[in-house]
Protein backbone atom coordinates (compact mmCIF):
# COMPACT_ATOMS: atom_id res chain seq x y z
CA UNK A 1 0.00 0.00 0.00
CA UNK A 2 1.12 3.89 -0.94
CA UNK A 3 0.80 5.58 2.47
CA UNK A 4 2.42 8.29 1.35
CA UNK A 5 0.18 8.94 -1.92
CA UNK A 6 -2.47 8.01 0.37
CA UNK A 7 -1.53 11.19 2.88
CA UNK A 8 -1.35 13.44 -0.17
CA UNK A 9 -4.73 12.38 -1.41
CA UNK A 10 -6.40 13.27 2.02
CA UNK A 11 -4.36 16.75 2.27
CA UNK A 12 -5.86 17.45 -0.80
CA UNK A 13 -9.59 16.16 0.27
CA UNK A 14 -9.19 18.17 3.48
CA UNK A 15 -7.93 21.31 1.62
CA UNK A 16 -11.21 21.87 0.42
CA UNK A 17 -12.43 22.38 3.68
CA UNK A 18 -11.49 26.30 3.02
CA UNK A 19 -13.24 29.33 3.06
CA UNK A 20 -12.30 29.87 -0.26
CA UNK A 21 -9.51 27.72 -3.19
CA UNK A 22 -6.44 30.47 -3.04
CA UNK A 23 -4.49 28.42 -0.84
CA UNK A 24 -6.43 27.56 2.53
CA UNK A 25 -8.32 29.01 5.18
CA UNK A 26 -9.61 27.63 8.04
CA UNK A 27 -9.78 29.29 11.35
CA UNK A 28 -11.67 27.46 14.84
CA UNK A 29 -15.33 26.96 15.36
CA UNK A 30 -16.63 27.89 12.05
CA UNK A 31 -18.19 25.93 9.44
CA UNK A 32 -14.85 25.08 7.69
CA UNK A 33 -13.64 23.76 10.87
CA UNK A 34 -16.74 21.70 11.52
CA UNK A 35 -16.01 20.02 7.77
CA UNK A 36 -12.36 19.41 8.39
CA UNK A 37 -13.43 17.75 11.46
CA UNK A 38 -16.03 15.41 9.83
CA UNK A 39 -13.02 14.51 7.43
CA UNK A 40 -10.70 13.57 10.10
CA UNK A 41 -12.96 11.45 12.33
CA UNK A 42 -12.71 9.63 9.30
CA UNK A 43 -9.27 9.10 9.28
CA UNK A 44 -9.34 7.68 13.02
CA UNK A 45 -12.65 5.22 12.12
CA UNK A 46 -10.02 4.13 9.57
CA UNK A 47 -7.40 3.55 11.75
CA UNK A 48 -9.88 1.66 14.70
CA UNK A 49 -10.14 4.68 16.93
CA UNK A 50 -12.65 5.97 18.73
CA UNK A 51 -13.59 9.44 18.78
CA UNK A 52 -14.80 12.77 20.92
CA UNK A 53 -14.69 16.45 20.71
CA UNK A 54 -13.46 17.99 23.98
CA UNK A 55 -14.44 20.51 25.57
CA UNK A 56 -11.86 22.43 24.42
CA UNK A 57 -12.39 21.80 20.37
CA UNK A 58 -9.72 19.13 20.41
CA UNK A 59 -10.81 16.26 18.05
CA UNK A 60 -9.38 12.61 19.90
CA UNK A 61 -9.12 9.68 18.32
CA UNK A 62 -8.15 6.73 20.92
CA UNK A 63 -6.98 3.11 20.06
CA UNK A 64 -6.92 1.55 23.38
CA UNK A 65 -4.73 -1.36 24.57
CA UNK A 66 -5.74 -2.95 28.15
CA UNK A 67 -8.17 -1.00 31.13
CA UNK A 68 -5.89 1.83 32.56
CA UNK A 69 -2.84 1.04 30.23
CA UNK A 70 -1.06 4.38 29.93
CA UNK A 71 -1.01 6.68 26.67
CA UNK A 72 0.88 8.05 24.42
CA UNK A 73 -0.01 11.20 22.11
CA UNK A 74 0.39 12.53 18.23
CA UNK A 75 -1.24 16.33 18.03
CA UNK A 76 -0.93 18.49 15.83
CA UNK A 77 -3.71 21.48 14.35
CA UNK A 78 -6.32 21.62 12.38
CA UNK A 79 -6.19 25.60 11.41
CA UNK A 80 -3.88 27.54 8.95
CA UNK A 81 -3.29 31.07 8.74
CA UNK A 82 -5.67 33.35 5.72
CA UNK A 83 -4.40 32.07 2.45
CA UNK A 84 -1.77 28.92 3.78
CA UNK A 85 -0.69 25.87 2.21
CA UNK A 86 -2.66 22.37 2.96
CA UNK A 87 0.24 20.64 4.79
CA UNK A 88 1.15 23.28 7.92
CA UNK A 89 -0.52 21.35 11.01
CA UNK A 90 -3.03 19.49 8.90
CA UNK A 91 -0.34 16.92 8.02
CA UNK A 92 0.96 15.92 11.25
CA UNK A 93 -2.83 14.18 11.43
CA UNK A 94 -2.65 13.03 8.42
CA UNK A 95 0.22 10.79 9.17
CA UNK A 96 -0.22 9.88 12.90
CA UNK A 97 -3.37 8.78 11.87
CA UNK A 98 -2.03 6.69 8.79
CA UNK A 99 0.97 5.47 11.19
CA UNK A 100 -1.48 3.70 13.58
CA UNK A 101 -3.81 2.49 10.57
CA UNK A 102 -0.33 1.08 9.09
CA UNK A 103 0.54 -0.85 12.90
CA UNK A 104 -3.00 -2.36 12.56
CA UNK A 105 -2.39 -3.53 8.95
CA UNK A 106 0.66 -4.39 10.04
CA UNK A 107 -1.04 -6.68 13.18
CA UNK A 108 1.27 -5.10 15.57
CA UNK A 109 -0.71 -4.20 18.97
CA UNK A 110 0.93 -1.55 21.07
CA UNK A 111 1.34 -2.28 24.80
CA UNK A 112 0.12 1.32 25.71
CA UNK A 113 -3.48 2.98 24.32
CA UNK A 114 -2.78 5.77 21.08
CA UNK A 115 -4.31 9.25 20.73
CA UNK A 116 -4.12 11.52 18.08
CA UNK A 117 -5.47 15.09 18.80
CA UNK A 118 -6.82 17.48 17.04
CA UNK A 119 -6.27 20.99 18.05
CA UNK A 120 -8.60 23.15 17.27
CA UNK A 121 -6.11 26.38 17.43
CA UNK A 122 -2.46 27.07 16.82
CA UNK A 123 -2.12 29.92 14.55
CA UNK A 124 -4.04 32.33 16.61
CA UNK A 125 -5.32 34.31 13.59
CA UNK A 126 -8.88 34.35 14.24
CA UNK A 127 -8.57 35.39 18.53
CA UNK A 128 -5.91 37.12 20.14
CA UNK A 129 -4.57 33.59 21.72
CA UNK A 130 -3.32 30.18 20.38
CA UNK A 131 -2.68 26.61 22.15
CA UNK A 132 -5.69 26.42 24.04
CA UNK A 133 -5.93 22.47 23.48
CA UNK A 134 -2.61 21.45 24.22
CA UNK A 135 -2.55 23.96 27.25
CA UNK A 136 -5.78 22.68 28.59
CA UNK A 137 -4.56 19.26 28.56
CA UNK A 138 -1.24 20.37 30.41
CA UNK A 139 -3.28 22.00 32.97
CA UNK A 140 -2.09 25.67 32.27
CA UNK A 141 -5.31 26.95 30.60
CA UNK A 142 -6.15 30.42 31.53
CA UNK A 143 -9.35 30.87 31.30
CA UNK A 144 -9.45 34.93 30.72
CA UNK A 145 -8.67 34.71 27.51
CA UNK A 146 -12.65 33.24 26.42
CA UNK A 147 -13.26 36.63 26.93
CA UNK A 148 -11.38 37.31 23.98
CA UNK A 149 -13.03 38.76 21.07
CA UNK A 150 -12.11 38.10 17.26
CA UNK A 151 -12.46 40.96 14.39
CA UNK A 152 -16.76 40.70 14.37
CA UNK A 153 -16.66 40.95 18.29
CA UNK A 154 -17.97 37.30 18.69
CA UNK A 155 -16.17 36.17 21.78
CA UNK A 156 -14.11 33.05 22.52
CA UNK A 157 -16.67 31.88 24.63
CA UNK A 158 -19.19 32.06 22.44
CA UNK A 159 -17.92 30.96 19.50
CA UNK A 160 -16.62 27.81 21.12
CA UNK A 161 -20.06 26.95 22.86
CA UNK A 162 -21.94 27.54 19.05
CA UNK A 163 -19.78 25.03 18.25
CA UNK A 164 -20.75 22.64 20.59
CA UNK A 165 -17.73 22.61 22.94
CA UNK A 166 -18.00 23.27 26.64
CA UNK A 167 -15.94 26.66 27.35
CA UNK A 168 -16.51 26.61 31.10
CA UNK A 169 -15.18 22.86 31.53
CA UNK A 170 -11.96 23.36 29.56
CA UNK A 171 -10.00 23.62 32.82
CA UNK A 172 -11.29 19.94 33.65
CA UNK A 173 -9.57 18.47 30.89
CA UNK A 174 -6.10 18.78 32.46
CA UNK A 175 -4.21 15.34 31.99
CA UNK A 176 -2.50 13.30 34.81
CA UNK A 177 0.74 13.51 33.57
CA UNK A 178 1.52 9.68 35.48
CA UNK A 179 -0.35 8.15 32.85
CA UNK A 180 0.95 10.05 30.19
CA UNK A 181 3.74 8.74 28.38
CA UNK A 182 4.80 11.14 25.98
CA UNK A 183 3.96 13.43 22.84
CA UNK A 184 4.91 13.34 19.17
CA UNK A 185 4.13 16.12 16.79
CA UNK A 186 5.20 15.67 13.21
CA UNK A 187 5.44 18.71 10.92
CA UNK A 188 6.58 20.31 7.93
CA UNK A 189 9.94 21.81 8.25
CA UNK A 190 9.18 25.38 7.19
CA UNK A 191 12.52 26.01 6.63
CA UNK A 192 15.26 25.48 3.79
CA UNK A 193 17.41 22.87 6.00
CA UNK A 194 16.49 19.80 5.14
CA UNK A 195 16.56 20.07 1.36
CA UNK A 196 19.82 21.56 1.64
CA UNK A 197 20.44 18.66 3.46
CA UNK A 198 18.95 16.33 0.38
CA UNK A 199 17.21 14.79 3.55
CA UNK A 200 13.28 14.49 3.98
CA UNK A 201 13.28 14.04 7.64
CA UNK A 202 15.03 15.65 10.28
CA UNK A 203 14.49 14.98 15.03
CA UNK A 204 14.12 18.33 16.50
CA UNK A 205 15.98 18.87 19.27
CA UNK A 206 14.20 21.56 20.96
CA UNK A 207 11.96 24.58 20.21
CA UNK A 208 13.79 27.68 20.21
CA UNK A 209 12.94 30.11 22.96
CA UNK A 210 11.77 33.84 21.65
CA UNK A 211 12.41 37.25 22.77
CA UNK A 212 11.53 40.62 21.27
CA UNK A 213 13.53 43.90 22.03
CA UNK A 214 11.93 47.62 21.49
CA UNK A 215 15.49 49.26 19.98
CA UNK A 216 15.47 53.28 19.55
CA UNK A 217 18.35 55.38 18.27
CA UNK A 218 17.68 59.13 19.11
CA UNK A 219 19.89 61.75 17.23
CA UNK A 220 18.43 65.39 15.92
CA UNK A 221 16.70 66.29 12.61
CA UNK A 222 17.69 69.04 10.17
CA UNK A 223 17.08 70.20 6.50
CA UNK A 224 19.22 67.60 4.23
CA UNK A 225 19.70 70.31 2.41
CA UNK A 226 21.70 72.81 4.65
CA UNK A 227 23.03 70.75 7.82
CA UNK A 228 26.93 69.67 6.44
CA UNK A 229 27.47 65.20 6.71
CA UNK A 230 29.86 66.14 9.63
CA UNK A 231 27.63 67.80 11.72
CA UNK A 232 24.37 65.37 11.23
CA UNK A 233 23.31 63.17 14.36
CA UNK A 234 21.57 60.85 11.59
CA UNK A 235 19.27 58.15 14.32
CA UNK A 236 19.20 55.97 10.93
CA UNK A 237 22.71 56.16 9.87
CA UNK A 238 23.38 54.40 13.34
CA UNK A 239 20.06 52.03 13.07
CA UNK A 240 21.67 50.87 9.99
CA UNK A 241 24.84 49.98 11.40
CA UNK A 242 22.91 48.18 14.27
CA UNK A 243 21.03 45.93 11.84
CA UNK A 244 24.11 45.19 10.15
CA UNK A 245 25.81 44.41 13.73
CA UNK A 246 23.26 41.97 14.25
CA UNK A 247 23.18 39.82 11.33
CA UNK A 248 26.60 39.81 11.51
CA UNK A 249 27.20 38.56 15.07
CA UNK A 250 24.21 36.27 14.98
CA UNK A 251 25.71 34.43 11.71
CA UNK A 252 28.36 33.19 13.92
CA UNK A 253 26.28 31.55 16.54
CA UNK A 254 25.03 28.26 16.23
CA UNK A 255 20.95 27.29 16.25
CA UNK A 256 20.21 31.26 17.12
CA UNK A 257 17.96 33.54 14.67
CA UNK A 258 18.14 37.31 15.40
CA UNK A 259 15.71 39.58 13.17
CA UNK A 260 15.15 43.09 12.63
CA UNK A 261 11.24 42.89 11.28
CA UNK A 262 10.09 46.18 12.33
CA UNK A 263 11.73 49.97 11.47
CA UNK A 264 10.03 53.36 11.73
CA UNK A 265 11.97 56.42 11.03
CA UNK A 266 10.89 59.65 12.57
CA UNK A 267 9.76 62.48 10.99
CA UNK A 268 10.31 59.68 7.98
CA UNK A 269 10.08 62.82 5.19
CA UNK A 270 11.97 63.05 1.78
CA UNK A 271 14.02 66.29 2.79
CA UNK A 272 14.68 65.85 6.88
CA UNK A 273 17.29 63.68 8.78
CA UNK A 274 15.80 61.18 10.72
CA UNK A 275 15.84 62.29 14.05
CA UNK A 276 14.46 58.89 15.66
CA UNK A 277 14.50 55.63 14.94
CA UNK A 278 12.60 52.62 16.62
CA UNK A 279 12.77 48.96 15.38
CA UNK A 280 12.47 45.79 17.09
CA UNK A 281 14.74 42.99 17.29
CA UNK A 282 13.67 39.45 17.64
CA UNK A 283 16.01 37.03 19.04
CA UNK A 284 15.39 32.85 18.99
CA UNK A 285 18.12 30.14 20.02
CA UNK A 286 17.78 26.73 21.31
CA UNK A 287 19.34 27.29 24.27
CA UNK A 288 18.03 30.55 26.78
CA UNK A 289 21.56 31.67 27.87
CA UNK A 290 22.63 32.02 24.27
CA UNK A 291 19.47 33.94 23.55
CA UNK A 292 19.69 36.00 26.79
CA UNK A 293 23.50 36.97 26.23
CA UNK A 294 23.11 37.80 22.63
CA UNK A 295 20.65 40.02 23.87
CA UNK A 296 23.86 41.61 26.23
CA UNK A 297 25.75 41.43 22.99
CA UNK A 298 23.29 43.59 20.83
CA UNK A 299 23.32 46.09 23.66
CA UNK A 300 26.82 46.46 23.88
CA UNK A 301 26.70 46.96 20.17
CA UNK A 302 24.24 49.50 20.26
CA UNK A 303 25.97 51.40 22.94
CA UNK A 304 29.20 51.49 20.55
CA UNK A 305 27.10 52.34 17.58
CA UNK A 306 25.63 55.14 19.35
CA UNK A 307 28.66 56.95 20.69
CA UNK A 308 30.40 56.63 17.11
CA UNK A 309 27.35 58.24 15.71
CA UNK A 310 27.01 60.96 18.22
CA UNK A 311 23.65 59.61 18.87
CA UNK A 312 21.44 57.99 22.09
CA UNK A 313 20.65 54.56 22.20
CA UNK A 314 18.11 52.27 24.10
CA UNK A 315 17.07 48.88 24.22
CA UNK A 316 13.74 47.05 26.35
CA UNK A 317 12.61 43.15 26.14
CA UNK A 318 8.95 43.71 26.11
CA UNK A 319 8.63 40.07 25.31
CA UNK A 320 9.78 36.15 26.21
CA UNK A 321 9.27 32.87 25.97
CA UNK A 322 11.56 29.86 26.99
CA UNK A 323 12.98 27.66 25.04
CA UNK A 324 11.33 23.99 25.50
CA UNK A 325 13.91 21.34 24.78
CA UNK A 326 12.86 17.83 23.64
CA UNK A 327 13.01 14.85 26.00
CA UNK A 328 16.31 13.22 25.39
CA UNK A 329 15.23 9.71 25.73
CA UNK A 330 12.41 10.16 22.97
CA UNK A 331 14.87 12.01 20.82
CA UNK A 332 17.39 9.01 20.83
CA UNK A 333 14.28 6.33 20.13
CA UNK A 334 13.12 9.12 17.14
CA UNK A 335 16.95 9.14 15.88
CA UNK A 336 16.96 5.43 15.77
CA UNK A 337 13.85 4.49 14.32
CA UNK A 338 14.63 7.17 11.49
CA UNK A 339 18.35 6.19 10.64
CA UNK A 340 17.10 3.11 9.16
CA UNK A 341 14.41 4.58 6.88
CA UNK A 342 16.30 8.08 6.16
CA UNK A 343 20.09 7.43 7.29
CA UNK A 344 20.59 11.30 6.18
CA UNK A 345 18.25 12.63 8.98
CA UNK A 346 19.74 15.49 10.91
CA UNK A 347 18.58 16.70 13.91
CA UNK A 348 17.99 20.59 14.07
CA UNK A 349 16.07 23.10 16.59
CA UNK A 350 12.42 23.99 16.07
CA UNK A 351 12.56 28.40 14.91
CA UNK A 352 9.11 28.26 15.42
CA UNK A 353 6.43 27.74 17.93
CA UNK A 354 4.63 24.47 17.98
CA UNK A 355 1.17 23.02 20.21
CA UNK A 356 4.52 20.75 21.76
CA UNK A 357 5.74 23.71 23.64
CA UNK A 358 2.38 23.82 25.07
CA UNK A 359 2.46 19.61 25.74
CA UNK A 360 5.66 20.09 27.66
CA UNK A 361 4.03 21.08 30.77
CA UNK A 362 2.53 17.52 30.79
CA UNK A 363 4.53 15.19 29.22
CA UNK A 364 7.79 14.42 27.56
CA UNK A 365 7.56 15.99 23.99
CA UNK A 366 9.45 14.59 20.79
CA UNK A 367 9.09 16.03 17.09
CA UNK A 368 9.83 14.96 13.53
CA UNK A 369 10.20 17.32 11.01
CA UNK A 370 9.13 16.51 6.71
CA UNK A 371 10.69 18.51 4.15
CA UNK A 372 9.11 20.33 2.25
CA UNK A 373 9.86 21.98 -1.20
CA UNK A 374 11.88 25.66 -1.08
CA UNK A 375 11.55 25.70 2.71
CA UNK A 376 8.10 27.45 2.35
CA UNK A 377 5.18 27.41 4.19
CA UNK A 378 2.16 29.63 5.03
CA UNK A 379 1.47 30.42 1.96
CA UNK A 380 -0.36 28.14 -1.27
CA UNK A 381 3.11 26.96 -2.47
CA UNK A 382 3.50 24.65 0.40
CA UNK A 383 4.49 21.17 -0.73
CA UNK A 384 5.80 18.29 0.73
CA UNK A 385 6.01 14.85 -1.49
CA UNK A 386 4.37 11.69 -1.31
CA UNK A 387 7.27 9.76 -0.70
CA UNK A 388 9.43 11.72 2.03
CA UNK A 389 5.26 11.85 3.82
CA UNK A 390 5.65 7.86 3.52
CA UNK A 391 9.05 7.82 5.18
CA UNK A 392 7.26 9.69 8.03
CA UNK A 393 5.10 7.11 8.63
CA UNK A 394 7.06 4.56 8.54
CA UNK A 395 8.86 6.44 11.21
CA UNK A 396 6.64 6.85 13.62
CA UNK A 397 5.41 3.38 13.26
CA UNK A 398 8.91 2.33 14.31
CA UNK A 399 9.34 4.81 16.82
CA UNK A 400 5.34 3.65 18.82
CA UNK A 401 7.29 0.38 18.43
CA UNK A 402 10.38 1.54 20.74
CA UNK A 403 8.05 3.34 23.60
CA UNK A 404 8.48 2.03 26.63
CA UNK A 405 5.84 1.24 28.89
Given at each position: ?40 R ?21 KG ?22 YD ?9 L??E ?31 G ?11 V???L??S ?22 R ?10 V???Q??V ?9 V ?6 I ?5 V???D?G????V ?19 F ?7 D??A?VG ?11 I ?29 GS ?8 FS ?31 P?L ?7 A ?10 M ?11 K ?9 MG ?7 E??KA??V
Open positions: MNWGQIAQDRLSEIAACSVDSNGVTRFPFTPEHRAALDVISWMSRAGMNTHLDAAGTLVGHSTAGSPTFLIGSHQDSVRNGGRGIMGLVLGCAVKLAADGIDLPFAVEVLAFADEEGVRFPTALMPRALAGTFDPSLDMDQRTSLRSAMADFGCAPDQVTSLADPATTLGYLEHIEGPLEQEDSALGVTGICGERNTVFTGTHAGTPMASRCDALVAASDFVSAVDAAREIALRTALSPHPNVVNAPRQVELTLEIRALQDVTRTSFAETAKTMGIATNRNVEIKRTYAQPAVPCNVTLVEKLQTAVTPICPTASPSGATHDSAMADLCPISLFVRCKDGVSHPEEYATSDDLAIHTIGFLVE
